[in-house]
Structure formats: C-alpha cells, structure tokens
C-alpha cells in the first residue's frame, strides 16, 4: 500500500513540476525570434531644432532590417555606457537605415531625467525612447530584463543574432553579411 501510495504522489509531483516548467516565461537567446516590441508615444525634444514627435516604433516596423535594440537606465551606468557607444559607433561609421537601426529604450522613473541624459550625452534623440508604467513592465517580462539590462542585435527576419554584442562584435557582424 506504501508503495502504490508512493507511486502515486511521485507521479502527481511530476505532473506538477511538468505543468511549472511549461508556464516558465521565455527568455529571449541568440537564434530565437524576438518578442514583439512597441514602444512611443515619443513626445518632443525641447534642445531639438527640427520636432521629433514620433507616434510609437516597433520591431515590426522594422523587420527586413538589422535592428539594435538596448534596453538602459540612468542608474545602471553599464547600460548607460554601452547606449553611448551604439549611437557613436553608428553615427561614426555613417551607417544608415539599410544597413543597421538603433532602437534604445529608456526605463528611467523619470522622462525629464531621460531627456536630460539624452542631451548631455549627445545621443540621437530619433533613436532613443523611453518608457514607464505597464509597458516598461510588459517589455521586461517579454524581455527577461529582471536578469539585468541587456542589448540585442536582431537579425532581418526578426531573429536575436547576438547578445549584449561589443562595438567590435558589430563590426564583424555587419562586415561578415555585406
């Protein structure tokens, strides 16, 4: 009777662990498809000469292209740092739209503070958005961003093709498919 009564928990056990295992949320990796993204409404940049006053981008707006996509936070100056030095890199090397496209969110508690970091670090005001509330809460389910703010470069058929990629991992990326 021991035994059968044994049996029968083990079995319930695993099917309990088996039904957790199966919720358990995606975790974006090289190769698999990214989560669908939407971010905006951007509102407009005062220290801007010409409006920026986009509606909302997304990832499918952009399929077709390589899309960089960073996630950062005035607080977490590593985020911050590798923000900076995608939008040098891209400006630097004149890569245009075809080539490659920034897409930088922004999950600052404040959007002032965001417009002010924007300004002082000199960053393309086009590429960068920020985000706060259900959507920032959204995206860091989708994104497994709970594990730390991380970088993805997204192929043209909407693949992750690589991880927190360095300038120079985009440099052979961008250089391997030409």
Partial sequence: MKKTMSVIVGFIALIVLGSAAARSEYAPVDGYRAPALTVGPSASFVSSPVSIDRFSSSLSDREGHYVLLNFWTASDADSR??????????????????????LSVNFDRSERL?????????????????????????IFSDYALDMGLRSFLIDRSGRIVATNPTVADLTKILSDRS
């Fill in 81 to 102: 740092l590798r923000n900076a030095d995608y939008d040098r890199f891209l400006a630097d090397n004149n890569l245009n739209q075809d080539s490659i496209e920034l």
């Fill in 114 to 138: 965001f417009r002010e970091i924007v300004r002082r670090d000199r960053l393309n005001e086009a590429s960068q958005f920020h985000v706060d509330g259900a959507n920032a809460t959204q």
